[in-house]
């Protein structure tokens, strides 16, 4: 059972557009972060978020946590090339440190 | 220090051989974690050390794989009589509690293929 379901699963679209991926659980999170995957490499750490309702910027990138910290979403305004990659959201329940992560959402703009 | 590295970045072996992977976290770091990733879907635990403790273990971790963290600083990953189904990519983590909590510094990950 995963308890953290991302949509859409993949994402292709053109340079210059608009794009939200959601990250969804019936599971309250104390804290849930957003990963980028590139292909044979880890995840890197794009940002955390551990307030309900919080919204945090990265450039171009908009992440909001929920309200009932039980979902997420990210935003890319005028996507690049260079944002194409497998994004991850991860979640932290409880003071237990382990992170779940979510399906992955892989994204590619094409130029 | 340039961050969480690991060893090998690949290995492939046959079926039935033991393999051993070493993760260095990043120095400062007392939490290190180890992850299993096959292709298409996101890192699933497999176990969690702070400091030299191992503190929660996966049910994915079978009796053939072991985790060591000896000094609670580098951590190995041996899996035994390795199957086709350990084929994966296994990612190691590290965080302090003391600054981040919960968030996790990924290294580049050791693919194994077992033929």
């Known amino acids: 059972t995963q308890l953290l379901e991302q949509s859409p699963q993949f994402l292709s679209i053109q340079e210059g557009e608009n794009l939200t991926v959601y990250c969804n659980s019936s599971?309250?999170?104390?804290?849930l972060q957003w990963y980028r995957q590139e292909p044979g490499e880890g995840p890197v750490l794009l940002v955390t978020?551990?307030?309900?309702?919080e919204v945090k910027k990265l450039k171009r990138l908009t992440f909001q946590f929920g309200d009932a910290r039980k979902d997420s979403s990210l935003h890319i305004t005028a996507a690049q090339p260079g944002d194409t990659g497998l994004y991850l959201c991860?979640?932290?329940?409880?003071?237990?440190?382990?992170?779940?992560f979510g399906t992955g959402t892989r994204l590619t703009i094409i130029p | 220090d340039t961050g969480v590295s690991q060893n090998p970045r690949h290995k492939i072996t046959k079926r039935g051989q033991n393999v051993t992977f070493r993760c260095d976290p990043i120095?400062?770091?007392?939490?290190l974690y180890w992850y299993r990733q096959t292709l298409g879907q996101g890192p699933e635990f497999l176990t969690y050390?702070?400091?030299?403790?191992?503190?929660?273990k996966s049910r994915l971790l079978s009796d053939r794989f072991s985790a060591e963290r000896p000094k609670g600083s580098f951590s190995t990953l041996e899996i035994q009589r390795t199957e086709q189904g350990d084929s994966a990519m296994y990612l190691c983590?590290?965080?302090?509690?003391?600054?981040?909590?919960?968030?996790?510094?990924f290294g580049q990950g050791t693919r194994l293929t077992v033929v």
């Open positions: 983590a590290s965080s302090s509690a003391a600054i981040t909590p919960g968030e996790g510094f």
């Open positions: 599971s309250v999170f104390s804290s």
């Open positions: 978020v551990v307030t309900g309702g």
């Open positions: 991860a979640g932290e329940r409880g003071k237990n440190e382990k992170l779940t």
């Open positions: 120095s400062e770091h007392n939490r």
């Open positions: 050390f702070q400091n030299e403790a191992q503190l929660e």
